[in-house]
């Protein structure tokens, strides 16, 4: 038997429901924030993650799936979206407009300990808004993604901010914690010493527990804000509560991608353990310039769909019902080909039990497909108009006239 690779994972029906609900509510909600889809390439050349996300990062240094093509050219599955985004955005000079909100879904590649909530190849649903620097957009952004998480009701959501600053004040703080970490090399890993001096802020953001233990103390990132970033910070707050929002402050957190700049932010959720950040990202106002496109402020961030997933699905949240139909004999089965066609023409999920055997074995076919409703055609039905119809769940039974069945399912 040849198995899939560890890490790389099959979504398979029952599941495949819950992600298209998470991803079309997603889809709806974004494009109430005027946000379109985007839909980008999985494998780009190398060197634009290695110039976006940052050459001493854990993405660049250990994570990328990294490979010479037949012409020797070197690849990279993309490990997250936005530079991807950012990429297109200039190629495509979509910096004409005033603004840009661009959203994308699909699979990035990390090359990491396969464990729950972490894999190989997983899912992101990414929002960038290209060319808009108010801190009014920083916390739109945020509104809608707790809107979104709050109509696919996932339980205890809790939002944590951070400011990063920009490279007029980032330097000052860069100096003030390598200060602090300098005495301190003997706790940290090996990781975080060698790229002490180079990118010291990863210290912060490290798993390992020496390090978590060594920046306890660490100086804040807040403290050390230029006016503009701190204006910046408090009118993000200030729009936050405007929309209902209570954000936790947390100045540790530097997360894993170099292009950050001001706000930064992380979502997490109950019920997944220690993998629990569903959404997380942050303010780039540098990368597009980097690139080779022109001066371009931007607010971005990425939901894990696997992480979503595993929680709903946890909280039983019910994938659409499924009805089934039996029909029984010649001249219902005839009926039935014309019932089914209305049904589905309204939406509703049916498929038919066409097997000759006798009721009581189809309906426990019924069942094992995975059916709510069971919706049973027989003589007698057929010739009073109506069908019997079995709520699997509820285990119990009525009598509808056709017209009225995809009503009654359609309300569940
Ligand atoms: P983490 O700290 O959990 O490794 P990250 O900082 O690497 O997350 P981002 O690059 O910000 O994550 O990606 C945004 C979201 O994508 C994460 O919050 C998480 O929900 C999801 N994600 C990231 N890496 C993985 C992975 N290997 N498997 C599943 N989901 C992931
Ligand atoms: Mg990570």
Redesign the pocket.
């Known amino acids: 038997m040849i198995t899939a690779i560890r890490g790389f994972n099959d979504i398979l029906p029952g599941d495949s429901e819950i992600w298209r609900h998470i991803e079309e509510s997603a889809y709806r909600i974004f494009s109430t924030y005027g946000f379109s889809e985007i839909k980008l390439p999985i494998v780009e050349k190398t060197e634009l993650f290695l110039r976006s996300i940052g050459e001493t990062t ?2 660049v240094e250990k994570e990328m799936y990294t490979f010479p093509d037949r012409h020797g050219d070197l690849l990279t599955l993309r ?2 979206g936005t530079a991807s985004a950012v990429r297109a955005y200039i190629e495509h000079k979509l910096y004409t407009a005033p603004v840009t909100k661009l959203y994308y879904t699909g699979p ?1 590649f ?1 090359y ?1 300990r396969p464990q729950k ?4 190849q ?1 899912y ?1 649903i990414g929002a960038e808004v290209l060319g808009d620097d108010s801190p009014r957009a920083d916390a739109e952004a945020l509104e809608m993604l707790m809107r979104l998480f709050g109509r696919i009701n996932l339980k205890g959501v809790t939002l944590q901010i951070n400011s990063l600053g920009c490279p007029d004040c980032r330097p000052v703080y860069k100096e003030k914690l390598l200060n602090f970490l300098k005495d301190k090399t003997g706790e940290l890993c090996e990781n975080c010493v060698r790229r002490i001096d180079t990118n010291p802020l990863r210290a912060l953001d490290c798993k390992s527990p020496g390090c978590i233990e060594a920046t306890k103390n660490a100086p804040s990132i807040i403290e050390s804000l230029c006016e503009n970033c701190k204006t910046h910070f408090e009118k993000v707050q200030y729009y936050l509560k405007l929309s209902g929002l209570t954000p936790a402050l947390n100045p540790r957190m530097v ?3 170099d292009y950050y700049t001001k706000t930064t932010f ?1 979502i997490t959720a109950e019920g997944l353990g220690s ?1 629990n ?5 942050g303010r780039y106002d540098g990368l597009v310039s980097e690139l080779g496109g022109p001066k371009t402020p931007c607010f971005g ?4 769909i ?2 979503v997933a595993l929680i709903l699905k946890e909280e039983g949240i019910e994938s659409r019902p499924l009805s089934v139909f039996i029909s029984l004999g010649t001249e219902a089965e005839a009926k039935g080909v014309e019932l089914v066609s209305g049904w589905r023409e309204k939406g509703i999920r049916v498929v038919e039990e066409f097997s000759e055997g006798p009721l009581k074995n189809r309906m426990k076919r019924a069942d094992r497909l995975g059916a709510r409703y069971v919706i049973i055609l027989g003589e007698n039905e057929l010739n009073s108009g109506v069908v019997a119809i079995k709520d699997m769940v509820a285990a119990t039974q009525e009598t509808l006239p056709w017209d009225k069945i995809a009503q009654r399912i359609s309300a569940q």
Do not use: H, K, N, S
């Open positions: 854990d993405i490990p997250e990035m990390r990491e909530g972490r894999y190989r997983f992101q997360r894993g991608l992380e993998q950040t569903v959404a997380a990202g961030f990425a939901i894990g696997e992480r």
